[in-house]
């Protein structure tokens, strides 16, 4: 048995106890959850199995524990098991499973923490998306993070995960973007409803570097060169600020093709099919409310012209079409009412939202520096860029700060706190956990000593060692959890509450090489086996958030 199946050796000696009694084996559940209790004296792990069951069949859960714990009590690898309460099972591992999570972890490398919960599932996660007329800024910066940290731990459950950037290149807002970059090239000031910013001015020259004809060129000639290069120009620029950040998308769709490829009409006409389509007053109609949308949606105006809302149908519906089980929006703060319309999408479609959709939103951020907010950027005008934050506190601070938190809230971000190098830096503790083992290790082997190919995991019995090795034997569970409710903010809180608390703590009390010409015993052989799978534990979490490990800090 191992701490990992130690539920399954659980739910065999609750079926022993069913058969022996004659009780109803149908009332057994198909997997059960143990606990660790939050005061390690109770024991390694708890279980509430028998509350659950004694009242099912008719046996007080007290004595139904009872029963549980002698048949616990055979099993190998259970040391003890305590009854407390009306029927809680606390349960006490013999050292030796619990040392031997290092050895599990150390052969597994790189595949541990990952798991097969979403195997099957075709995921689209659509994130960023942010128009082509300016830099990535900091609102989109932590979507960036957030997003590409979600991918990474969807996929680490077993999901296809495509990650997708919609580029919205058809609408007004590009067409804005163009007069600008005339404007600015020709001496004048933005138009009214245009973009500002020195970012502007920038593109301008390079496209005038380009192709110095288009000076002076009357607005009905020059306007498209500018649209087209402009266009290019910017989100080449978008492009290369999200790969130095990290984050490589596997599509860039756009929504330009999406109506040039006739997509809006095949959607209108599935929708049709549907029966969710209606016409009232020369303009197609999507008939939403069926569905607790607040209003019926105009899908084309009685001018002919297709709305916003039409791309987005055809844009869900493409999605499927392609292919993808489940389709998750990652959206501002800003786009709230979009959660209705798009559920309303997908039902209208014959989906079923709450399988087929998933919209999650995320607050704004401020960025400050000790404690004041940082200026306005010079290059974008009123916003601060992702590669401006980037240049202030490096790639690995930048992501590890932005997806640590919950995207449910704000977050203030303080330069100064996110650099420092120090303990206080939640960045900076984990990977200097990191570093530190990697310092133990190389000392050793620096002294000629090795682990070996394997180790006494019954040597690994100090309280520090036991607390470590359970709280390693966690991290798939935290990597299916974050997975299952989309929240990679729970490896870095694992990463530093728990992996990187504990190292240190165990550290401090627990000699790992030995000191001067001490002998080496067969301890310190274990406890490098235990360095190691810390070591790599903290490595894959941080894969996961898309931050580096390091070596030496």
């Not at 559920?343 to 999650?360: F, H, R």
């Not at 997806?403 to 449910?408: H, K, L, P, Y």
């Not at 570093?435 to 070996?452: Q, V």
Request: aromatic share 8%.
């Amino acid at each position: 048995m191992t701490p990992a199946n130690l539920a399954d050796t659980v739910l065999s000696a609750a079926r022993a106890v069913f058969e022996t009694r004659g009780l109803d084996l149908a009332a057994l559940p198909a997997t059960t959850a143990l606990e660790r209790p939050r005061n390690p004296e109770h024991g390694d792990y708890a279980s509430t199995l028998a509350l659950q069951l004694g009242k099912k069949v008719g046996v007080a859960p007290r004595e139904l524990a009872a029963a549980l714990a002698e048949e616990l009590g055979r099993r190998d690898g259970i040391k003890t098991v305590e009854i407390a309460g009306p029927g809680f099972l606390n349960i006490r591992l013999d050292a030796a499973v619990t040392g031997a999570i290092a050895r599990l972890v150390v052969e597994a490398g790189a595949a541990y923490g990952r798991n097969t919960q979403l195997t099957g599932q075709r995921i689209n996660l659509e994130f960023v998306s942010a128009n082509p007329t300016g830099p990535i800024h900091l609102g989109h910066t932590r979507w960036a993070a957030v997003g590409d940290s979600l991918r990474r731990v969807l996929a680490a459950a077993g999901a296809e995960v495509t990650s997708e950037y919609y580029i919205n290149d058809a609408g007004a807002q590009v067409d804005r973007f163009a007069r600008s970059l005339y404007a600015a090239a020709n001496g004048e000031p933005a138009p009214e409803d245009g973009y500002g910013g020195d970012y502007i001015g920038e593109i301008a020259q390079r496209i005038l570097s380009a192709d110095p004809l288009l000076a002076g060129q009357p607005a009905e000639t020059a306007l498209p060169e500018f649209w087209s290069l402009g266009y290019q120009l910017m989100l080449k620029e978008i492009r290369e600020s999200l790969e130095r950040f990290g984050v490589h998308f596997d599509v860039w769709f756009s929504e330009k093709e999406l109506h040039e490829g006739g997509a809006v009409e095949h959607a209108i006409a599935e929708l049709r099919k549907q029966g969710h389509i209606f016409d009232d007053g020369g303009a197609v109609w999507l008939r939403t409310t069926d569905f607790t949308d607040d209003k019926d949606r105009v899908l084309i105006r009685s001018n002919g012209e297709k709305t916003y809302f039409a791309a987005d149908a055809a844009y869900y519906i493409n999605k499927r079409e392609r292919g993808f089980d489940k389709c998750i929006y990652l959206l501002g703060a800003d786009h709230h009412g979009y959660i209705g319309r798009l559920k309303a999408i997908a039902a209208c479609a014959g989906d079923d939202p709450k399988q087929n959709i998933e919209i999650l939103i995320g607050q704004l951020v401020n960025l400050v520096r000790a404690g004041q907010p940082v200026r306005l950027s010079k290059r974008a005008g009123n916003i601060i860029t992702l590669d401006e934050l980037v240049d202030a506190v490096g790639v690995d601070a930048a992501r590890y700060s932005l997806a640590r938190s919950s995207t449910d809230s704000m977050l203030t971000l303080d330069i100064e706190e996110i650099t420092k190098h120090s303990s206080d830096n939640p960045v900076f503790y984990v990977q200097y956990a990191h570093a530190r083992i990697s310092s133990i290790l190389r000392n050793a082997a620096e002294k000629k000593i090795t682990r070996g190919d394997d180790f006494d995991p019954s040597l690994l019995a100090h309280e520090r060692e036991n607390s470590l090795l359970k709280t390693l034997g966690q991290f798939p569970a935290v990597v299916a959890t974050a997975a299952e409710l989309r929240e990679p903010h729970r490896i870095a809180v694992y990463l530093e509450e728990r992996v990187a608390t504990d190292w240190h703590r165990f550290y401090d009390a627990c000699q790992v090489v030995p000191k001067g010409d001490e002998p080496v015993a067969e301890v310190n052989l274990a406890r490098l086996w235990l360095a190691e799978a810390t070591r790599t534990v903290i490595a894959n979490g941080l894969d996961l958030l898309g931050v580096s490990a390091p070596e030496k800090m």
